[in-house]
């Protein structure tokens, strides 16, 4: 790990050049970030030419996180995917989704694999996830399918069935955005290096920043994989996983707390360095990147990010 000093203003290829940013960059940041995934690990040349500024955003609008709890050996998980996807094809750039693969217990006998169902959709912090919100006294999340729309608490309750999930998308997607986020990636094949830069700002003057914490979840496109169905009909050797979670950049699931030494002209700056693992298609995953709140646990708002 090495720290650079940045200064002045910093802009990116192809980007808003400096006499056009609204919301530059402060005089003067610091960071620390593994620059030996930068071709050349020269930390000076990736601040002059790959670093972004961000303009100041007017979105006004949320977005919803919809966590789809599910396991390849689930006789009724396919028909929730399904539920998922469709509202995202219905909400464009406004609902996301994740297939978790996890149950109340962690790791089930949903997620288990053998000679026909090979493929370990698994990760430790999904795992831990499922544990959480399973461990919960009176929680509904006892068995796959069950899901979340932004953790939104609702009727006391955080998780709900997929039947529910279009209504509770429904009834929140004009609910004013309380936090905003920004991002950046690049990306480096020779390296399999991945930056990525983000900057939250808190607009709701009731929260509580010391209990906002950022999370980036490494999510893959879709795998084909066998997948059990509904009787009658037969296991689905062919089927499409999609938007699979694989784990979770930098930190735990709990992600990254807003802290005072993040802050910069009333924002939040958060950067992450991040060694793509070989058997990921950078042109097959994305980033999905949300704030918690670690009382609550309301995700705010979500955006998704490219890495190709």
């Known amino acids: 790990m090495k720290k650079i000093f940045l200064i002045g203003c910093l802009g990116i290829l192809g980007f808003s050049s400096c006499d056009k940013v609204e919301n530059p960059f402060p005089e ?39 966590e789809d709890f599910t396991g390849h050996k689930c006789i009724y998980c396919a028909p929730a995917a399904d539920t998922a996807h469709l509202l995202i094809e219905e909400n464009s750039e406004r609902v996301y989704a994740t297939a978790i693969h996890a149950g109340p217990t962690g790791l089930g006998s949903f997620q288990s694999t053998d000679a026909t169902f090979t493929t370990d959709f698994t990760n430790a912090e999904g795992i831990d996830i499922g544990i959480h919100f399973g461990s919960m006294p009176g929680t509904v999340f006892t068995s796959n399918p069950k899901g979340n729309v932004s953790r939104i608490l609702t009727g006391g309750q955080h998780f709900s069935s997929p039947s529910e999930w279009r209504s509770l998308v429904s009834s929140n997607l004009s609910v004013g955005l309380k936090v905003n986020v920004q991002s950046q990636a690049n990306f480096y094949p020779s390296t399999s290096g991945l930056f990525l830069h983000t900057e939250v700002e808190v607009l709701d003057a009731g929260l509580n920043t010391d209990d906002l914490y950022l999370v980036v979840y490494l999510v893959e496109d879709s795998i084909v994989a066998p997948q059990k169905m509904p009787p009658p009909a037969p296991t689905n050797y062919d089927y499409v996983h999609r938007d699979v979670m694989r784990g979770c950049i930098s930190s735990n699931w709990r992600g990254r707390q807003l802290e005072d030494d993040d802050l910069l002209n009333g924002k939040y700056y958060l950067d992450y360095s991040y060694p793509l693992p070989g058997q990921y298609n950078p042109e097959n995953m994305h980033l999905l990147i949300y704030v918690r709140d670690n009382v609550t646990e309301e995700i705010y708002h979500v955006i998704k990010q490219d890495i190709q």
């Open 28 to 66: 003067v940041i610091a960071t620390e970030l593994d620059y030996t995934l930068y071709p050349g690990g020269d930390s000076v040349a990736y601040a002059a030419t790959e670093w972004p500024t961000f303009t100041q955003s007017t979105n006004t609008l949320r977005n919803l996180l919809i």
